[in-house]
């Protein structure tokens, strides 16, 4: 039965890079570049998926788990060594097998799709991808003769001048016939300005041999982008988010500045929603319709439901449900539950804390490890002081109570349905339903003591 097999190319350190981290585990968009590779090289169907492994190998075996096999390169001679390591797992299989690398994160599975498709119509030994780069510098150049069949790829180092005047540049996804691939690359050799073994290599060997050579060349370079260094990375990313804010418009969202709004794959986002400039949003979010998202928010991890309101504010993991809004300027930590209609105005931080609906805290205000009733009313500058030094205890607030201004509930503490704690309170004992705790100094009045002050105001 025949095959279809993917080496992932992921064992170089990305010296360009100049980061302690390895370069295919530098992330885009909230994945990492060989995720993003492997992501869509799941897509195209595969019997076998080989990543080929060396600097970082530990890191990128955690990254990818069991979705690849791995081998690894020891040392890093070159991306036609790096090739031969996967031969034991593949050597012998009637099929075809791609060959892409870990820095290359845009390709679509379609386009693997069409690449495979084009192999096969061609019944090629070796199928390159290629595309027309604005600037080739850098890449592998494809020599065509004057029939247009490709002869062979040089690399920017090895390039004549003539050569390095071609802007049709291999993009590092091949598909070849298995047994031809593993045939030819043990003919070639590190003869090469980088004193590498170099897969590209093979191109000429497999012409020489009379096999038929194809290049499929596609439309869009920017797919096709390579990253070797910090710039490529930002230029990588630009397309990367261009490409989801462009998916979530044409589902519905409104995205008022796409170019300066930064949403991770795989995020979902409801229709009529819409996200102001400055935007963050990261991790395993979801967000309902009719939302609005304001300019500057960062959201990480977090479930919001519908009509939800955020205003320049920051949250992590954490839940908010129909109709509550935040901010301007307020905190949800991670362990927030919000509930519906619930209002957290401005600079509100809120920590592993359960809110109930319709309860409303308009300002200034911390709660943490903390259980609010609905239809609460929290003053201004109210505070929950949740930990003795050592550890955290909790507080409950029961239905319809009122949390007058500038009070400390010191926990633990349990306040009941409709209590009602007077401004200015610390609150050190519990309340019982239909009580009023106050718990302030009370107020003496000197007459005539102001001319008796050194104040002169
Ligand atoms: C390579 C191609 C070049 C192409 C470009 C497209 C070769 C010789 N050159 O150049 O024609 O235009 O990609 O982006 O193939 N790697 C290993 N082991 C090694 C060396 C590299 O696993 O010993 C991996 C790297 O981690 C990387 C990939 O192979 O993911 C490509 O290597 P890199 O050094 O980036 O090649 P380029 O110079 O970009
Ligand atoms: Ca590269």
């Avoid at 025949?2 to 530098?26: C, D, P, Q």
């Avoid at 109930?356 to 308009?362: F, I, N």
């Amino acid at each position: 039965m025949a095959v279809r097999n993917t080496i992932i190319l992921a064992a170089g350190k990305g010296t360009r890079m100049k980061s302690k981290l390895y370069k295919v585990l530098h992330r885009i968009c909230g994945r990492t570049m060989v995720d993003h590779v492997l992501t869509q090289v799941e897509k195209t169907h595969m019997d076998n998926v080989v990543t080929v492994v060396g600097y970082g190998a530990e890191d990128v075996e955690h990254e990818l788990g069991d979705r690849t096999k791995y081998v690894v390169q020891e040392k890093q001679l070159g991306t036609g060594d790096a090739v031969i390591k996967a031969e034991p797992l593949l050597a012998g299989l009637d099929g075809t097998t791609m060959v892409v690398s870990g820095d290359t994160p845009l390709f679509t599975s379609e386009t693997f799709e069409k690449l495979f498709k084009y192999h096969e119509e061609k019944q090629a030994a070796v199928t390159i991808l290629t595309s027309k780069a604005p600037n080739p510098t850098g890449y592998g150049r494809i020599v065509r003769n004057d029939l247009g069949i490709v002869e062979k790829i040089v690399e920017q180092k090895d390039a004549s001048k003539e050569e390095q005047a071609i802007n049709e540049i291999n993009t590092g996804v091949y598909v070849f016939d298995n047994q031809a691939l593993f045939d030819s690359l043990h003919k070639i050799n590190n003869n090469n300005a980088q004193g590498e073994y170099y897969l590209t290599d093979v191109i000429e060997i497999l012409r020489a041999a009379g096999r038929i050579i194809a290049a499929y060349q596609m439309d869009d370079f920017n797919e096709s982008m390579g990253v070797n260094d910090r710039i490529a990375l930002s230029r990588a990313t630009k397309v990367m988010q261009a490409r989801i804010n462009h998916h979530h418009m044409a589902e519905g969202v409104s995205i008022i500045n796409p170019e300066d709004t930064y949403i991770d794959v795989d995020i979902q986002i409801g229709s009529d929603t819409v996200i102001e400039p400055g935007v963050q949003i990261h991790g395993q979010t979801t967000i309902g319709s009719d939302c609005k998202i304001g300019a500057n928010s960062e959201i990480i991890d977090c479930k919001l439901h519908d009509h939800i309101t955020v205003t320049s504010s920051y949250l992590q993991e954490s839940e908010m449900l129909d109709y509550s809004d935040i901010g301007p300027y307020s905190h949800l930590r991670p362990n927030a539950l919000i509930g519906e209609h619930v209002h957290l105005g401005n600079f509100v931080e809120v920590k592993k804390a359960q809110i109930d609906e319709g309860t409303k805290v308009g300002h200034l205000t911390y709660i943490g490890n903390a259980h609010l009733g609905r239809n609460i009313n929290v003053g201004c500058g109210v505070i929950f002081a949740n930990y003795d030094g050592k550890n955290k205890h909790n507080i409950t607030v029961g239905d319809a109570s009122f949390i007058g201004s500038n009070s400390n509930l010191i926990a633990p503490i349990n306040i009941a349905d409709h209590s009602f704690i007077a401004a200015g309170s610390t609150i050190t004992d519990d309340v019982n339903e239909y009580d009023m705790a106050i718990a302030r100094a009370r107020q003496t009045n000197k007459p005539g003591y102001y001319q008796k002050l050194p104040y002169d105001g």
